[in-house]
Nanobody, 117 residues
Framework: QVQLVESGGGLVQAGGSLRLSCAAS??????????MGWYRQAPGKQRDRVAR???????NYADSVKGRFTISRDNAKNTVYLQMNSLKPEDTAVYYC?????????WGRGTQVTVSS
């Protein structure tokens, strides 16, 4: 079992930056072998993947955030980060951390990011 806790959300003006963190606890041995991702869900919309990093360190991003967001992981700290730069009002959402390695699929409770125009 893995528990994920997100932090770092908040209110920021358009053009600003935030860094989200996702701290893992529980079966720490397993987290290093799991793919990690950040998802977001705006009110009334579906939850979409923003960024993903594999256990081997490969990354991919949604087109809407390419060049602005960077996902990284520190296995020694059992933490995954999402650096968000040049934020836009349309980035406003609840951001969720995900850890996945079939058949295991874990989610955090989310952190709110609000970008004002």
């Amino acid at each position: 079992q893995v528990q994920l806790v997100e932090s770092g959300g908040g209110l920021v003006q358009a053009g600003g930056s935030l860094r989200l963190s996702c701290a893992a606890s529980g079966s720490i041995f397993s987290i290093n072998y799991m793919d990690m991702g950040w998802y977001r869900q705006a009110p009334g919309k579906q939850r979409d993947r923003v960024a993903r990093i594999t256990s081997g360190g490969s990354t991919n991003y949604a087109d809407s955030v390419k060049g602005r967001f960077t996902i990284s992981r520190d296995n020694a700290k059992n933490t995954v980060y999402l650096q968000m730069n040049s934020l836009k009002p349309e980035d406003t959402a609840v951001y969720y951390c995900n850890a996945w390695a079939s058949p295991h699929d874990y989610w955090g409770r989310g952190t709110q990011v609000t970008v004002s125009s």
